[in-house]
């Protein structure tokens, strides 16, 4: 069964970090290109970051150019988002999925919230 299943999400105060994961099962992780998301309410789900399949070339958003890590390891099937001082606009539910379609179907994602 094709899943992706985000973590690590949580409530945390502006300059804090946290560390997310996505654990991917079904299909041929390692092969593909993966990227984070995030959908903040009431706006449209943006790509955050992206890594290719051996973890040679990664791509941020301007947003979090300098604050947010991706990583992955395609032997644990897992990808990796660490965030570093966090800003209250981070705040959105962030989501893990191929780069490219077709996608696989989304997770429910994990809540990020930046507030003091």
């Known amino acids: 069964q094709v899943q992706l299943v985000e973590s690590g999400g949580g409530l945390v105060q502006p300059g804090g970090s946290l560390r997310l994961s996505c654990a991917a099962s079904?299909?041929?992780?390692?092969?593909?290109?993966m990227s984070w998301y995030r959908q903040a309410l009431g706006t449209e789900r943006e790509v955050v970051a992206t890594?290719?399949?051996?973890?040679?070339?990664?791509t941020y958003a301007d947003s979090v150019k300098g604050r947010f890590t991706i990583s992955r390891d395609n032997g644990k099937y897992t990808m990796y988002l660490q965030m570093n001082n966090l800003k209250p606009e981070d705040t959105a539910v962030y989501y893990c999925?191929?780069?490219?379609?077709?996608?696989?179907?989304w997770g429910q994602g994990t809540q990020v919230t930046v507030s003091s």
């Open positions: 079904g299909f041929a992780f390692g092969y593909y290109e």
């Open positions: 999925n191929k780069a490219s379609t077709p996608r696989t179907p």
């Open positions: 890594i290719n399949s051996d973890s040679t070339g990664t």
